[in-house]
């Protein structure tokens, strides 16, 4: 079956610090892979995704995420964090191999408390 | 503006009182859905639908109901909600056949159910 694994329930970093939100996943076939923002009392944001190509992919406001095949992980990274930063992060991958092809599976979601 | 309503956005309710959740989306998305939001457990999927009047059961579809009679609208119904379903609801949508385009989702319902 098909997962995403977010071990971390919550991140704190100081302000201007670099910061990762880890993210490993388990799928059948090459991967979709995304990253979404909740700020609160807010929808999910969408920041970035991997489809195919260069690993590092750049993403909405400052982020960017890793995708590592061997170590099936897909590690979102700030260089500088920001206050403004502070939300819930989860990660997601598409299951296009089954009918239900819009489908998305999400991790259980990271708090990212950035400190002044 | 490309978006996805959701209304209302905060519900409280007793047990019982059939409510409806309306989502719309503007981008002309054949794929919709609905999800619910528990701490922990991350975002689970309720119902899909593919195109209009294509819906199916998702991951957690007990005690839901879904119709698509338009391309624009998904309404997430609950005939006779229950405690055990006061959660944050969200409604997305998306391309259908093109899976590497990145889903929109609407602002989130807040339900309670007393």
């Known amino acids: 079956a098909q997962s995403v694994a977010q071990p971390e329930d919550q991140v704190n970093v100081a302000e201007g610090n670099p910061l990762t939100v880890k993210c490993t996943y388990s799928?059948?076939?090459?991967?979709?892979l995304f990253w979404y923002v909740q700020y609160p009392n807010r929808g999910l944001q969408f920041l970035l995704k991997?489809?195919?190509?260069?690993?590092l992919v750049k993403g909405s406001y400052g982020f960017e995420a890793e995708f590592n095949k061997s170590q099936t992980s897909f590690h979102l990274k700030k260089p500088s964090a920001l206050v403004s930063d502070s939300a819930l992060y989860f990660c997601?991958?598409?299951?296009?191999?089954?009918?239900?092809?819009?489908?998305?599976?999400f991790g259980q979601g990271t708090t990212l408390q950035v400190k002044p | 503006e490309a978006q996805v309503t959701q209304n209302p956005r905060y519900l409280i309710t007793v047990t019982g009182k059939k409510l409806t959740v309306t989502c719309s989306q503007n981008?002309?998305?054949?794929?919709m859905s609905w999800y619910r939001q528990d701490p922990g457990l991350g975002l689970r999927q309720i119902y899909y639908?593919?195109?209009?009047?294509?819906?199916d059961k998702g991951d957690v579809p007990e005690g839901y109901k879904v119709s698509r009679k338009e391309k624009r609208n998904f309404p997430l119904i609950l005939e006779s909600p229950s405690p055990n379903q006061t959660s944050l609801y969200f409604c997305?949508?998306?391309?259908?056949?093109?899976?590497?385009?990145?889903?929109?989702f609407g602002p989130g319902t807040r339900l309670t159910v007393t």
């Open positions: 799928v059948s076939g090459n991967p979709y």
């Open positions: 997305a949508s998306s391309f259908r056949d093109r899976s590497s385009y990145e889903q929109y």
């Open positions: 639908s593919m195109n209009v009047e294509v819906t």
């Open positions: 981008m002309n998305h054949e794929y």
């Open positions: 997601a991958v598409r299951d296009i191999r089954s009918s239900n092809t819009g489908k998305l599976i």
């Open positions: 991997y489809i195919t190509g260069d690993n």
